[in-house]
């Protein structure tokens, strides 16, 4: 059965910390992995991965997709209490119109 | 402000009732679709619209319908539903069609709470 399973499910740093949030999945015919943040409904893209080893980069963000490892990581450096939300990993397949999700990394930055 | 948006913001109904939910995007996009967001549950996609055309449904009660009358405007329609389905209904709109190609853009979404 495909699966996103993301970790931690919670966290809270102070502000300037740098965060590391784990995505690892098991899904059949992988085409891509999609990093969101969701801070009050609608969720807002951040990356798309689709090559292993490839760094993409955004401001203090930044993610890197593992495929032989099946796991991507989301490193927030200097983080700002403007980066608390709910960020959501997902998985799309080859094929079919398919996406999975993992649950979400809930952040709290303290100031 | 995405470009997507969703009405209701908020609708409380009791199990026999008829209600539908409306999505509206302003991007040109070809491919709309639906998703529900339950507390301490994965974000669940329901429909998928590509032009207009219903391609995926992912094992949706039938007490939920869709409807797509053109490309920018996507329907919830709600019938007789059961208290667990008492969510957070997410529309999201693409430019292509195929999820995992393109990036989605969501609408803020509609807080659904069944009695």
């Known amino acids: 059965e495909d699966k996103v399973v993301q970790s931690p499910l919670s966290l809270v740093v102070h502000e300037g910390d740098t965060v590391t949030l784990n995505c690892s999945y098991e899904?059949?015919?992988?085409?891509?992995l999609l990093w969101y943040k969701q801070e009050k409904k609608a969720p807002t893209f951040l990356f798309m991965l689709?090559?292993?080893?490839i760094e993409k980069k955004s401001g203090r963000l930044s993610s890197i997709l593992d495929k032989k490892e099946l796991f991507s990581i989301l490193n927030i450096t200097a983080t700002q209490t403007g980066d608390s939300a709910i960020y959501l990993c997902?998985?799309?397949?080859?094929?079919?119109?398919?996406?999975?999700f993992g649950k979400g990394t809930r952040l709290h930055i303290l100031p | 402000e995405t470009g997507v948006t969703q009405t209701p913001r908020h609708l409380v109904m009791g199990m026999t009732n008829k209600k539908s939910l409306k999505c509206e995007q302003h991007?040109?996009?070809?491919?709309m679709y639906w998703y529900k967001q339950s507390a301490k549950k994965p974000l669940e996609l329901m429909f998928v619209?590509?032009?207009?055309?219903?391609?995926e449904n992912n094992s949706v009660p039938s007490r939920f319908s869709p409807e797509c009358p053109n490309s920018s405007h996507l329907f919830l329609h709600l019938h007789t539903l059961q208290p667990e389905d008492s969510a957070l209904y997410l529309c999201?709109?693409?430019?292509?069609?195929?999820?995992?190609?393109?990036?989605?853009?969501f609408g803020p979404g509609t807080r659904l709470t069944v009695l």
């Open positions: 999201a709109s693409s430019h292509g069609t195929g999820l995992a190609d393109n990036e989605q853009f």
């Open positions: 899904v059949t015919n992988f085409r891509s």
């Open positions: 689709t090559s292993s080893g």
């Open positions: 997902a998985v799309g397949g080859w094929g079919d119109d398919k996406i999975i």
């Open positions: 991007l040109g996009h070809n491919a």
């Open positions: 619209y590509n032009f207009k055309e219903q391609t």
